[in-house]
């Protein structure tokens, strides 16, 4: 606490430590050391250190805590996009025994959201409508919301367009790393998941309400390119910009090698636009990107 330090941004955003300047010390700087309990954790709220990473998690896994900003991830919009369906809402529907799993949430009746506090008829309604629009969703979102560690948005996507799910409850450690970018530990991380006799289970009744779609060959016009995005768009943001790339048949990736395609550069590009102009990959400005997906 109270160190110097230099920083650089590790793939999009990660903030990595380059180096400690250890001359600017004054002295009054602190060890930081991690707690050996955090009340959130549940149980006796310990933590441990996980095996080769910085990270640290709660020895529980089913707290309180856990399971609410679990479920409330799985109604994100980064997931099944329930509106209205937010942390306070999930905390609440918990602690009144309503929900406990995934599947519950398609399971919820007015008369009993009707009797928490704050909720009124138009409220419970809208709810209960985000709720059902939710029903069909796209494989890659129904992954994301589960949760499965090692699985985020990059390698979901990964995964839905090299499987259905149907076949993805089944696969093995060596189908998935035949996959590019599944290494062993994601792999093994999926199987464990999908043969969890809770998991399997909940997923049985999930799908009793949940269409998941399967993502189509690609055909769009982008198919086959593989593109990198630096700095900032004024009319799109990263996220917007990799959503429509994809939409087309494209590919997004978070460094540039002899695979990438294109480098779309906006404002204030970094090392990336460096990298893509020594390795002499074409460049793009946001007005040329925009007259592409055009």
């Known amino acids: 606490l109270g160190d110097t330090v230099i920083l650089q941004k590790a793939g999009d955003i990660i903030p990595d430590i380059v180096k400690v300047l250890a001359e600017m010390r004054s002295g009054s700087e602190k060890k930081f050391s991690f707690p050996k309990k955090v009340s959130a954790c549940g149980g006796d709220g310990s933590i441990e250190r996980v095996p080769g990473m910085a990270a640290w998690r709660c020895v ?3 707290s309180f805590e856990q399971r609410s900003r679990t479920l409330a991830y799985f109604a994100s919009k980064k997931a099944m996009n329930i509106d209205g369906l937010g942390e306070s809402i999930v905390e609440a529907l918990l602690k009144a025994n309503l929900i406990s799993t995934f599947d519950d949430f398609y399971t919820l009746k007015k008369g009993d959201i009707l009797e928490l506090e704050r909720f009124a008829e138009v409220s419970v309604q809208n709810l209960l409508d985000a709720i059902e629009q939710s029903k069909k969703v796209s494989l890659e979102k129904f992954l994301v919301g589960l949760s499965v560690e090692q699985v985020g948005e990059e390698t979901a996507r990964d995964l839905a367009s090299n499987f259905t799910l149907t076949k993805l409850r089944s696969a093995t450690v060596e189908e998935l790393t035949a996959v590019e970018g599944i290494g062993d530990i994601v792999a093994q991380s999926i199987v464990s998941w999908f043969k969890n006799k809770g998991n399997s289970e909940m997923l049985d009744r999930l799908l009793e309400h949940v269409f998941v779609q399967s993502k ?3 055909t769009g016009k982008l198919t086959g390119k593989t593109f990198v995005l630096t700095g900032t768009l004024e009319n799109f943001s ?10 087309l048949g494209g590919k997004v990736s978070s460094s540039v090698s002899v695979n990438t395609d294109y480098v779309i550069a906006g404002e204030s590009a970094g090392s990336k636009l ?3 102009e020594e390795m002499d990959v074409t460049v793009l400005n946001e007005t040329e990107f925009a007259s592409m997906l055009r």
């Open 60 to 62: 529980s896994k089913d």
């Open 216 to 218: 189509k060959k690609d």
């Open 238 to 247: 990263r996220t917007e910009a990799g959503e429509k790339i994809r939409e």
């Open 274 to 276: 460096d990298t893509a």
